[in-house]
């Protein structure tokens, strides 16, 4: 069966949605909504925000077409799990460089490159001699995730220790909620993997797929709401016609 869409650049669960949606489908598609309005927010900001966010302008547009495309091929009952081989080596190239440009001047973001370099090589090497791509990756978005928890938490770590709020307070506050959703998201995912199929065999064995696809919506939803609201609280540059 084709997955479902935003969660279904997780794991190939339910069938595509119907033109009548129950409550479950939409609460798996509510996700859709933030980041609809963040991807229409970042082309109307699109030469405003600060340079230390730009890349996230490409993040938002780059989950926006891959979550639409997962949409529509669920919805034709064609199986979207092949997407995540491109979507988790973007997807963690794009959140990088938004650290280490944002981290620049406060440590050496040699290490943040080296994790993308590494990263990049596994996903290479995964795709080409080990996964079947008809296969859910959830090797692949465990490693992200756990890349990823490593970051956030050095930013919270570094924001708090350098001069970083005190110098940048708008940006501070933005930084603040990005990475919070990040963090939030990805660390929700790992204790999903490691942990979620204990509690399904012993407590939900006949909901493991509906009570996994909406774990995953809520973890979406929570995630693009703190980044539109990072983004909205944002510093703007006001003559943006000379950036």
């Avoid at 949606?21 to 963040?38: A, D, G, R, Y």
């Avoid at 110098?167 to 998201?185: C, E, H, Q, R, T």
């Avoid at 064995?205 to 703190?226: G, Q, R």
Wanted: one cysteine or more.
């Amino acid at each position: 069966p084709a997955s479902t869409p935003l969660p279904a650049l997780q794991k190939p669960f339910l069938p595509c949605p119907s033109k009548t949606m129950s409550t479950t489908e939409v609460i798996i598609h509510l996700p859709f909504i933030p980041l609809l309005l963040t991807t229409a927010y970042v082309f109307l900001q699109w030469r405003k925000l600060d340079k230390a966010l730009n890349v996230l302008r490409w993040f938002a547009v780059f989950e926006f077409l891959m979550q639409t495309t997962a949409t529509v091929l669920a919805f034709y009952n064609i199986l979207n799990t092949p997407l995540l081989y491109l979507y988790v080596p973007v997807d963690f190239l794009l959140k990088s460089f938004f650290y280490a440009r944002l981290l620049s001047n406060s440590i050496n973001t040699r290490i943040i490159y080296l994790f993308m370099v590494g990263f990049i090589l596994y996903c290479l090497t995964d795709v080409l001699f080990i996964s079947d791509l008809h296969v859910f990756n959830s090797v692949a978005l465990s490693i992200q995730s756990i890349l990823m928890v490593i970051l956030t938490l050095s930013t919270f770590f570094i924001m708090v220790e350098s001069e970083f709020m005190e110098n940048n307070p708008k940006l501070a506050n933005a930084v603040i909620w990005i990475n919070s959703g990040f963090f939030l998201y990805h660390t929700g995912n790992i204790l999903f993997f490691y942990f979620g199929d204990i509690l399904m065999d012993t407590t939900f064995p006949d909901h493991e797929a509906l009570i996994t696809t909406v774990s995953h919506s809520f973890l979406y939803l929570v995630m693009y709401f703190c980044l539109l609201i990072g983004l909205w609280k944002s510093p703007k540059h006001t003559n943006f016609l000379s950036t």
